[in-house]
């Protein structure tokens, strides 16, 4: 089973808790102060990995595919007298 890897927003102590613990309030061994340990982080994108982040990707739209226009917005501002 994979850890958690977090600071203590108090003392900044370096904790590692088990996964299934995510959510929970548990006393910082530390500083005795009450902390939450986080939720794990996502699981990386495929595409982050193979350092396609930042770059463009063409993406082919059925010939049908159409765009809605934008709906038109009437703004009316009024002055102080």
Same mark, same amino acid.
């Given at each position: 089973?994979? +850890?958690?890897?977090?600071?203590? *927003?108090?003392? !900044?102590?370096?904790?590692? *808790? &088990? +996964?299934?613990? *995510? !959510?929970?309030?548990?006393?910082?061994? *530390?500083?005795?102060? /009450?902390?939450?340990?986080?939720?794990? &982080?996502?699981?990386?994108?495929? /595409?982050? /990995?193979?350092?396609?982040? !930042?770059?463009?990707? #063409?993406?082919?739209?059925?010939?049908?595919? /159409?765009? &809605? +226009?934008?709906? #038109? #917005?009437?703004?009316?501002?009024? #002055?102080?007298?």
């Amino acid at each position: 089973m994979s +850890e958690i890897n977090f600071d203590c *927003a108090n003392c !900044g102590q370096n904790l590692d *808790a &088990p +996964e299934h613990m *995510a !959510g929970l309030a548990i006393l910082c061994p *530390a500083c005795k102060n /009450e902390i939450k340990i986080p939720l794990p &982080p996502p699981p990386k994108d495929q /595409e982050m /990995e193979d350092g396609l982040k !930042g770059k463009t990707v #063409r993406i082919d739209l059925p010939p049908d595919f /159409e765009v &809605p +226009e934008p709906k #038109r #917005r009437i703004i009316t501002i009024k #002055r102080p007298d």
